[in-house]
């Protein structure tokens, strides 16, 4: 058998990567703002959590705030993906802003349960991760029925008014295997502990895992573009490593790519969280073959191709302005192999 050094060198470039539905919706909601209603416009917190997209929308006008006091009085706002609480949306009301509602409609559907279920007396387990942006806007939905439970080290802290009346709900952005384990050992101290109505972690979160975890064995090197604010993108970095992947790196762009990561690799894996747009995953492609990585394989284990709408708020008003809406993606459809690019 030949050296390492005489072995094809090859990329695994993981399928889906990238942009989900819920950050398609997002980020083409405040460009169409931009276009409609003219810069600048408003955005509580980072639109997604992705460097490169909020400095691309800032450069074209919106403006990023940390919080609803920073916008002008009746100025208009837009809300991230990642959703907020119902004090903020009372709090955009007392100083009369024009709302764009860019939540992930996946992560509403959280919401609803929370709300369902509070409104029931339950006790609500909210398995995610303190001060992450929807974690935020879930727990107040209802913060007095409603307890944050970051890992499955934590289940022994968690206390209950009734074990018969306790119900978990998540994050959408969360490490499957991580979430399961965290459920497995709460079952244990409570028996009765009920299943959320469908799957919280959103079916794009699941299928970059799923993708990960099918190339990771076979790589020496898995690199996954996206930020560090990104939970999902970090996930990724953790899933490739605990499926096999011999290193496992998170970076914003191709020029963090440290060159010493790929001395003796013969096969780099690929992949991108789901905020991250396409060009920066081409980039750091391209730089793999500046270093004779040039034979890319992409393996596939969903095809995503469902759609979100845009915003009512937002589509309403490009609807009597006579601007064409852009139908969004959103799915998966199982759909096994590999292809080469």
Not at 219 to 239: H, K, P, Q, Y
Request: net charge negative; proline share 6%; with cysteine.
């Amino acid at each position: 058998m030949g050296s390492v050094s005489e072995q094809r060198k090859r990329v695994l470039l993981a399928a889906p990567r990238g942009y989900c539905a819920g950050v398609d919706r997002a980020v083409i909601a405040v460009e169409k703002a931009l276009e409609h209603y003219g810069a600048p416009v408003y955005v509580r917190k980072e639109i997604v959590h992705n460097k490169y997209v909020v400095e691309t929308l800032a450069a074209r006008g919106a403006i990023f705030v940390s919080d609803t006091d920073e916008v002008p009085e009746g100025a208009r706002v837009v809300f991230s993906a990642h959703g907020v609480s119902p004090a903020v949306l009372a709090a955009a009301a007392a100083r009369s802003l024009l709302t764009i509602d860019a939540t992930c409609p996946l992560v509403t559907k959280v919401h609803k349960e929370a709300i369902r279920f509070a409104s029931d007396d339950y006790d609500i387990l909210l398995i995610g991760h303190s001060g992450h942006e929807e974690v935020e806007g879930t727990l107040g939905e209802a913060p007095e029925h409603i307890q944050v439970v970051e890992s499955p080290d934590e289940v022994d802290k968690v206390t209950v008014r009734d074990p018969e009346k306790l119900i978990w709900i998540s994050q959408t952005t969360l490490s499957v295997d991580e979430t399961m384990e965290t459920v497995r050992r709460l079952r244990e101290r409570f028996p009765s502990l009920q299943d959320p109505p469908s799957d919280d972690i959103c079916y794009a979160t699941q299928n970059r895992q799923v993708a990960v975890k099918k190339l990771a064995p076979e790589c020496d090197v898995v690199i996954t573009v996206g930020s560090a604010n990104s939970s999902n993108s970090v996930r990724l970095v953790e899933v490739a490593r605990d499926a096999g992947a011999r290193a496992s790196y998170r970076v914003d762009t191709a020029a963090e790519v440290d060159p010493t990561w790929l001395d003796g690799a013969s096969t780099v894996g690929v992949t991108s969280g789901a905020s991250v747009p396409e060009i920066l995953v081409r980039d750091v492609l391209a730089l793999l073959a500046s270093f004779g990585f040039e034979d890319v394989e992409e393996v596939r284990t969903a095809t995503e191709d469902l759609m979100f709408s845009l915003p009512k708020e937002l589509r309403s008003d490009l609807k009597a302005a006579g601007t064409p809406v852009p139908p969004l993606r959103r799915g998966a459809r199982p759909e096994l192999g590999v292809s080469r690019i």
